[in-house]
């Protein structure tokens, strides 16, 4: 019989970013595309920071702004990932790769954002 | 088969001890709105080549022996009928499966799969004299839809990931160990997690959900693996946090 008595595999943390950042993309990244890329430069907020756009000065917009970058970077490298192992592209260290790229995007994100 | 239509079948004959490889063999099989691609391959074994083999028993989707492919696409020989097919079809093995001979394939790994995965009620000290485990119609409602599976094998043809990994535990075993997971009278749940949260458990799924699409039973093992992996998340997280506890007990009673 075959053994499946093996490793525990840490996939659960990586399943669970995926998870989040599908989440939150799928629910926040219409509003925001919305809002920062259409509304705000073509229907009236130009002149003025706006509402929303303010929002993204404070603390919790910040935070909510680095989030969703990340969740949804360790979304989308997750799922290339996968996509990688479908095709039996790139075997040696594709995950490795992708997972770290994710981080590096958490890393500058956060820097970026909370530093100006 | 009454007013003797007949239809062109293409079924893959293979026979280890005399062919290099398979071949796609043309039969002719009268046919009329009745006609089943099983009562089509009896007809061929009674009347035509006494040796083609295939696996079939109940003639009602209830054993989920016949399991083929009928043009590329998983299906039960007795739940398919030939007048949907009127140009023809090709019938072959199980695609993900070693073909043994004709349409017969190997599912020894498909059984041990199910077999490691424990189908069955544990941990459960109730005797005979105790009377029967009852459970509510909503308990009842958790598992119900996948305790339908009748190992057909169907979605490990359908499965992409088992494909390139046969070493998956795959659709079926996955949702039969959940479906005991769901049962109120069962308490083996974590026993179980420990073999689904492994390399080749559910986390080789990426939810592609042809399994769902042409099981038989309407069973949905893609619905089944999601939840496995949100018990198996949730599990990982418990076993992180209670090895903490377990390395701060340590260190307190060495200090």
Known sequence: MSNHTGKQTKEPVFWGLFGAGGMFGAVCAPALILSLLLLYPYFGECEEAGLFYQFFKTGVGRLFLALFISLTAWCGLHRIAHCLHDLKMWT????????????LITLFSIIGIFRY | ???????????????????SAPYLAPYEIPWDDQTSFLDALQYLKDNVCPDLSFRSSCRMAICGSCGVMIDGAPKLA??????????????????NFPVERDLV???????????????????????PADGPNTQTPAQLARYHKFSMCINCGLCYAACPQFGLN??????AAITLGHRYNLDSRDHGKNERLQTMNTENGVWSCTFVGYCSEVCPKHADPAAALQQCKADSALSFAASVLNCKKNKEVSHGNKT
């Open chain 2, 78 to 95: 007795c739940k398919t009928f030939v007048r949907n097919y009127p140009d023809g079809a090709t019938v072959e093995p199980l695609v």
């Open chain 2, 166 to 171: 046969p070493a998956f535990l795959g659709p």
């Open chain 2, 1 to 19: 088969m009454a007013d003797e239509k007949k239809l062109l079948l293409k079924i893959q004959r293979y026979n280890p001890e005399r062919d």
């Open chain 2, 105 to 127: 394939v190997d599912l020894t790994h498909f059984l041990e799969y199910i077999e490691a995965l424990k189908p069955y009620v544990i941990g459960n000290a109730r005797k």
């Open chain 1, 92 to 103: 040696a260290g594709r995950a490795r790769l992708c997972y770290a790229s994710a981080a």
